[in-house]
């Protein structure tokens, strides 16, 4: 799917890369359409076939589609500089990640990092759609813990912000529109974290 009426980002990559990771962002504002139940499943399933440290699959999602008392929990977890803009999204969903593996309840040291995996996977398949996602560490962890039952060996790590691009940046508040139609994206340069050989700070 294009991105129509969508704004335009500049993304210099130092080396060609696909065009699905180039061409995501993280809008605050989007589209009115609606996400179909059937597409969010869709990317369920782009997030469950990730890879993750002895296939354990630590993740676990919440999700709920707008209009929905679902959507309205979730929407209640997120701290209130997401709720500014977050209302837009068709979908909203909460990252939650199991802590412990094995009989012992060992810690599960890269539950975080297959966590991420899995969103990865995620962001590309609503990337190939015309969905966009904007992640937050913002939320109430620990209510959302609470509200969704998880106990504490669960951790409500972050929620996501879907919709289709192409939302009507007018209706943000003013202090995030100027940041939404920002043109250039920026990253750190490639000599400031990859090494081969000693790291230099
Ligand atoms: C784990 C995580 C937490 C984030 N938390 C928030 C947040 O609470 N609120 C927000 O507006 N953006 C949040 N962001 C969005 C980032 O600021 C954004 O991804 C980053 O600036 C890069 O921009 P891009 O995604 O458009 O390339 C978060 C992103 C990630 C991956």
């Known amino acids: 799917m294009d ?13 060609p890369i696909l065009d699905t990771i180039k061409n995501r962002w993280s809008p605050r504002a989007f589209s009115d359409t609606p996400i179909k139940e059937e597409t969010v499943k869709t990317l369920l399933e782009a997030g469950r ?7 354990l699959q630590p993740w676990r999602v919440i999700w709920g589609i707008k209009g929905t008392e679902t959507y309205d929990r979730i929407f209640n977890c997120l701290d209130e500089f997401n709720q500014s803009w977050a209302g837009s999204a068709q ?57 969704f039952k998880f106990n504490d060996d669960y951790h409500v790590a972050t929620g996501v912000a879907f919709g289709y691009y192409g939302g009507d940046v007018s209706k943000l508040p003013e202090g995030l529109r100027e940041q939404e139609l920002k043109e250039t994206r920026i990253r750190n340069a490639q000599s400031e974290f990859a090494f081969n050989g000693d790291y230099k700070k």
């Open 91 to 147: 979908v909203l969903w909460l990252n939650v990640f199991k802590k412990t593996m094995g009989k012992d309840n060992r810690e599960n040291f890269h539950a975080l990092h297959d966590l991420g995996l899995f969103m990865g996977n995620v962001l590309m398949q609503a990337e190939s759609m015309g969905i966009a996602a904007h992640q937050m560490a913002g939320i109430r962890f620990k209510d959302a813990n609470k509200e």
């Open 3 to 15: 991105k129509k009426n969508t704004i335009k980002k500049i993304t210099n990559t130092e080396y």
């Open 49 to 55: 076939w990730a890879p993750s440290a002895s296939n």
